[in-house]
């Protein structure tokens, strides 16, 4: 095989093992089987006259010839999906919104399909960035929002983000708590010292935000409420919410709920670092009218001003990523 002849099908099976190092991950993220993709390898460093992986019984690595590759790779498919929408047309994309209410990655999805209104940008609801963020590198998703800072770095380094809003976050109490009686009123973060505040524990979807609650909280007297059923909608939330009777940490934009009072954070104030993500090396003329869609509505909204006294977690101050 001339390296010029390289089948693209071939350079996608090294990609997904390049990025799991592991086959069996990476045949399930192709819908393969993995004796095929194994002879996928197999063939593409045939024809290229090296190896790119070192195999063992419980390691897969890149070689130096992979390491080189994997950015050549990356590349070729980018520009052949590019090549397959200049001439069928762009498949549709697929955007996690993390939730069915209203949301400023709903507001960015709106704004976009306005500027493209040729493409199709498909909403889902995956609820947690952790597990979206997952779909993402797989391929099985396209965009997901929310605090990539908190991602664990290999998934991470596998994504290109860029910042959309920094999102303030409130109190949402079920009706009849005593910091419930003002609905709309700052609430100062030191008066939930004593309280047990939902913040996702014990949701693998949801870990990101979990590491931003705990680290908000740390210090405050605040503790993470414990693992409680997971709600899918905004019926089974609210059920779930009356049921537990507990605080939940939430952005100001949530959906409002009944018998439920939402109030805004306050000294200092806590913002959310909120970022829109896809894969490395991914292009999608959808992907361009959501980039530019959000880079206006911060222009015009304010969305990446941080005020005087603001809290933000460490991570998104210093910008390395999360841990553990």
């Given at each position: 095989?001339?390296?010029?002849?390289?089948?693209?099908?071939?350079?996608?099976?090294?990609?997904?093992?390049?990025?799991?190092?592991?086959?069996?991950?990476?045949?399930?993220?192709?819908?393969?089987?993995?004796?095929?993709?194994?002879?996928?390898?197999?063939?593409?460093?045939?024809?290229?006259?090296?190896?790119?992986?070192?195999?063992?019984?419980?390691?897969?690595?890149?070689?130096?010839?992979?390491?080189?590759?994997?950015?050549?790779?990356?590349?070729?498919?980018?520009?052949?999906?590019?090549?397959?929408?200049?001439?069928?047309?762009?498949?549709?994309?697929?955007?996690?919104?993390?939730?069915?209410?209203?949301?400023?990655?709903?507001?960015?999805?709106?704004?976009?399909?306005?500027?493209?209104?040729?493409?199709?940008?498909?909403?889902?609801?995956?609820?947690?960035?952790?597990?979206?963020?997952?779909?993402?590198?797989?391929?099985?998703?396209?965009?997901?929002?929310?605090?990539?800072?908190?991602?664990?770095?290999?998934?991470?380094?596998?994504?290109?983000?860029?910042?959309?809003?920094?999102?303030?976050?409130?109190?949402?109490?079920?009706?009849?708590?005593p910091l419930a009686g003002r609905p709309g009123a700052p609430l100062p973060v030191g008066a939930l010292a004593g309280e047990h505040v939902y913040a996702g524990a014990g949701n693998p979807r949801t870990l990101e935000w979990t590491r931003l609650a705990r680290e908000l909280f740390a210090g405050r007297g605040i503790a993470l409420a414990p693992p409680a059923p997971v709600a899918i909608g905004k019926e089974e939330f609210r059920r779930v919410m009356a049921k537990t009777r507990t605080p939940v940490l939430v952005t100001v934009d949530f959906t409002d709920l009944p018998a439920c009072t939402k109030r805004p954070l306050a000294e200092p104030l806590p913002l959310s670092p909120?970022?829109?993500?896809?894969?490395?090396?991914?292009?999608?003329?959808?992907?361009?009218?959501?980039?530019?869609?959000?880079?206006?509505?911060?222009?015009?909204?304010?969305?990446?001003?941080?005020?005087?006294?603001?809290?933000?977690?460490?991570?998104?101050?210093?910008?390395?990523?999360?841990?553990?």
């Open positions: 095989m001339n390296p010029r002849d390289v089948d693209p099908r071939l350079l996608r099976g090294f990609l997904a093992v390049a990025e799991e190092l592991h086959f069996t991950r990476a045949a399930a993220r192709l819908y393969t089987a993995q004796q095929a993709l194994s002879r996928d390898v197999r063939r593409l460093e045939q024809g290229l006259g090296t190896a790119l992986f070192t195999r063992t019984t419980r390691a897969v690595e890149l070689t130096a010839d992979g390491e080189r590759l994997l950015p050549l790779a990356r590349r070729v498919l980018a520009a052949h999906e590019e090549l397959a929408a200049a001439f069928t047309g762009p498949r549709p994309l697929l955007v996690d919104v993390n939730t069915d209410g209203p949301s400023s990655a709903r507001t960015v999805l709106d704004r976009a399909r306005e500027l493209a209104p040729d493409c199709e940008l498909m909403a889902r609801f995956e609820s947690g960035l952790t597990h979206a963020a997952a779909e993402v590198a797989a391929g099985r998703l396209d965009v997901a929002f929310g605090y990539v800072h908190g991602l664990k770095p290999a998934l991470r380094s596998r994504l290109d983000h860029m910042p959309v809003r920094y999102e303030p976050l409130a109190a949402l109490l079920p009706d009849g708590h909120l970022s829109m993500a896809w894969r490395k090396g991914f292009a999608h003329p959808g992907l361009d009218a959501l980039r530019r869609a959000a880079r206006g509505l911060a222009a015009e909204r304010g969305w990446l001003e941080v005020p005087p006294g603001s809290w933000l977690p460490a991570a998104a101050l210093t910008g390395a990523p999360g841990s553990g």
